[in-house]
């Protein structure tokens, strides 16, 4: 008896495949979708390791920020003593925001302009703001939470 390969077989075979690699994928870890900003090795979602120091506040002008290109973060101080910190990476196609002036953080690659209180898109192309970093002042020092 010899058999024959036909269409079904091989889709009814890749469909399982298929499955098995999604349920093996997906399977385990109880997730309650929530997205975890931190990882076993004590990183945050930028890949910085978490607890570590980002500058001293007299780096971050009053007005103004400072970009952090390694740990792709951008910190500003809107009003004397707010400091906030934003993701350096444009929502709008990914490029590393540039620089921080009158006000906006502002991506080189098609003109976007986030506002440095609180991310939001000032100009776009950008459609969705700057996501919030976590970080803590202790003293002097800025760091990463």
Not at 37 to 48: E, N, V
Not at 60 to 73: L, N, Q, R, S, T
Not at 104 to 120: E, L, R
Request: net charge negative.
């Amino acid at each position: 008896m010899t058999h024959e390969t036909t269409r079904r077989t091989v889709l009814l075979a890749t469909g399982a495949t298929g499955a098995a690699a999604l349920v093996a994928a997906c399977g385990g870890g109880g997730d309650d979708g929530s997205e975890s900003t931190s990882s076993p090795t004590g990183q945050d979602a930028t890949g910085a390791p978490a607890g570590q120091v980002l500058a001293n506040i007299d780096e971050i002008p009053v007005g103004g920020g400072k970009i952090f290109k390694d740990e792709e973060i951008v910190v500003t101080q809107p009003e004397q003593g707010q400091f906030k910190a934003f993701s350096a990476i444009c929502t709008h196609q990914r490029c590393t925001v540039g620089s921080v002036s009158d006000g906006t953080i502002n991506c080189p690659c098609h003109g976007s302009k986030f506002q440095i209180a609180d991310g939001a898109v000032a100009q776009g192309p950008a459609t969705r703001p700057l996501p919030a970093e976590q970080i803590a002042v202790e003293g002097n020092a800025i760091r990463l939470t």
